[in-house]
């Protein structure tokens, strides 16, 4: 009877952390990083049971449930006419790296599509970019897009991005395609209903040159991005 209660209450627990904890997992990680330190003897929570014992176990254990997970990979595929979107790809890519998230980029105008399908098989994240050009992707993007349907995607995410110069097409397209499959479109939407913020542009989208400047701007979207993936 006794252990019965002890584990409905550790199933509790662990409903309570998934459905309304778990989302703001790098908050928790910052407050578990601030109390390291000290010598806790009891958890008085706001509600809830009151813990006096084996304290230590249950912050071990918010600490392991919220930490990210390790060896992701991401793939950023992207075409470009000019380079401006070669930017942006290696911008993402910086961010995705100081996260440890393996990363690749493919200018897909100049690779193999066996090769390119066989990367994003191979990649828990894909970011497919291309420039606006006539109201449309340029160069390979759309061949690429184009065999997705053919590949059992579930448990990937995908993100669109790429350089324009006045209306960005080319993203909105790079969407419809992700749409038609079934992996996981990550855009501004979806990372409000399973994180909570809801000041991010995504998918990313640039006029023109990234600069210093936009890469700070990029940098936010890219971050919540990156711990979507490590979740
Ligand atoms: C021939 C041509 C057509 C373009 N058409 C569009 C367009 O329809 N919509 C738009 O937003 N930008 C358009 N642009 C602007 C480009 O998307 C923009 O210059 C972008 O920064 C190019 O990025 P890239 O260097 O990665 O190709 C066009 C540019 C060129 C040269």
């Keep these: 009877m006794y252990i019965c209660q002890i584990f409905k209450c550790a199933l509790k627990s662990l409903v309570y952390y998934q459905l309304i904890i778990h989302s703001h997992r790098p908050y928790v990680q910052d407050m578990i990083n ?3 330190a000290l010598d806790i003897q009891m958890i008085a929570p706001s509600h809830g049971y009151i813990l006096r014992a084996n304290v230590q176990r249950y912050i071990n254990v918010y600490d392991e449930m ?9 793939a950023i595929l992207f075409s470009t006419m000019t380079g401006n979107t070669t930017k942006i790809a290696k911008g993402i890519a910086a961010v995705l790296e100081k996260k440890a998230i393996e990363t690749r980029i493919i200018n897909v105008d100049n690779a193999d599509l066996k090769a390119v399908l066989g990367v994003i098989r191979e990649s828990d994240m894909v970011f497919f970019g291309s420039s606006t050009r006539y109201a449309d992707m340029v160069g390979k993007m759309e061949l690429v897009l184009k065999e997705l349907k053919h590949m059992d995607l579930e448990e990937k995410f995908a993100v669109a991005f790429g350089s324009y110069g006045w209306s960005g ?29 809801s000041h991010l542009q995504i998918p990313i989208r640039i006029k023109f040159t990234p600069d210093g400047q936009e890469e700070n701007v990029l940098y936010p979207e890219v971050e919540a991005i990156g711990d979507l993936l490590l979740g």
């Excluded at 919220?66 to 991401?74: I, Q, V, W």
């Excluded at 419809?176 to 409000?192: A, C, E, M, P, Q």
Aim: aromatic share 4%; glycine share 4%; net charge positive.
């Design 66 to 74: 919220s930490s990210p997970r390790k060896n992701k990979k991401a």
């Design 169 to 197: 097409e080319a993203v909105e397209v790079i969407q419809d395609y992700l749409r038609g499959t079934n992996i996981k479109v990550v855009d501004s939407s979806y990372i409000i209903k399973t994180t909570g913020m």
């Design 34 to 36: 601030k109390i390291r």
